[in-house]
């Protein structure tokens, strides 16, 4: 099983983000617990991008709001860095 480590930058734009969007609340959990059991569930939609010249992963919350991860395969770590919608993360 993998470990999700929050960084405090990250917990808070997630705090901001599920303020934001609190009907999302549950479908974001939903998200991290299987993100931990099984990164690779078709459903997370798991896929690598460049965001400022700087590789990391991408998985999905929904169609419209992504996750984007340092995901470090060897120690089995996943470490969240940014939420949001496509628009927001992939700029």
Do not use: C
């Amino acid at each position: 099983m993998y470990r999700v480590i929050f960084t405090e930058s990250y917990e808070k734009r997630a705090k901001k983000f599920i303020k934001k969007h609190p009907e999302l609340f549950s479908q974001y959990e939903k998200t991290l617990k299987l993100l931990e059991i099984n990164p690779l569930h078709p459903s997370l939609r798991l896929h690598k991008v460049t965001i400022r010249g700087i590789d990391v992963m991408s998985i999905s919350i929904n169609m419209s709001y992504r996750i984007t991860i340092d995901f470090i395969i060897d120690e089995e770590k996943i470490i969240p860095i940014n939420i949001g919608s496509h628009d927001d993360i992939y700029r």
